[in-house]
């Protein structure tokens, strides 16, 4: 079982640029999530979807896109990339979106945005 | 929007000393979780406490949810530096999203 699998590991972007981080769940899970860390502010919700079809804003949506076509797959986009979204970005996934305040969080092993 | 304030932000201490680590709002949550991450990886959970006043214990780690959900508590005992890392507390609501604090960097020299 690999869980939550995010590529790629680092990227640099100059500004403007846009790009894809890839996101994929192999445990069936309904609810798939994009998280930005950043020092001092913990994390903050991108956007997250709660099925195939089905996707919402977060906290800080503004410069991201997201699409869920399938159950394994959440992608997040960068239209034009901005300095301001250097982080590092995780995604994750958890089982039940009907009980996730009591459900596990899963999350992959980041990606590292260097936008310059 | 709901927030959750950490305290200590970072803490330095020998193996074998006690800590507590504080996650504190002036909101109600229905659920608290704990989660602890280490550098290049994502966070992993440690417990969810969902009822006020619910005492957890996870080996050396003792896991308080308060009597009016706004608050929780991490003590560990006897720290090792098996330890260090960062721990997050993350406040669930009744709808699809967690509320993150911003995290206590702990570190346990040898």
């Known amino acids: 079982n690999a869980g939550v699998t995010q590529t790629p590991k680092f990227q640099v972007l100059k500004t403007g640029q846009s790009m894809t981080l890839q996101c994929a769940q192999d445990?069936?899970?309904?609810?798939m999530s994009w998280y930005r860390q950043d020092p001092g502010m913990g994390l903050r919700l991108i956007h997250y979807s709660v099925g195939a079809g089905i996707t919402d804003q977060g906290e800080v949506p503004n410069g991201y896109n997201v699409s869920r076509s399938t159950t394994e797959d959440f992608p997040l986009r960068l239209l034009s990339a901005a300095p301001s979204q250097t982080s590092v970005y995780f995604c994750?996934?958890?089982?039940?979106?009907?009980?996730?305040?009591?459900?596990?969080?899963?999350f992959g092993s980041g990606t590292q945005l260097s936008v310059l | 929007t709901q927030l959750l304030e950490q305290s200590p932000q970072f803490l330095s201490i020998q193996e074998g000393e006690n800590l507590t680590v504080y996650c504190n709002s002036s909101?109600?949550?229905?659920?608290l979780q704990w989660y602890r991450q280490e550098p290049g990886e994502g966070p992993v959970l440690l417990v969810t406490v969902v009822t006020g006043g619910e005492v957890k214990k996870l080996k050396r780690l003792t896991f308080q949810f308060g009597d009016a959900r706004k608050d929780s508590s991490l003590h560990i005992t006897a720290a090792q530096p098996g330890d260090t890392g960062l721990y997050l507390c993350a406040g669930g609501t009744s709808g699809s999203r967690l509320t993150f604090g911003e995290g206590t960097q702990l570190t346990v020299n040898p």
């Open positions: 909101s109600v949550f229905s659920s």
């Open positions: 445990m069936n899970h309904e609810y």
């Open positions: 994750a996934s958890s089982y039940s979106v009907r009980g996730l305040r009591d459900e596990k969080l899963f």
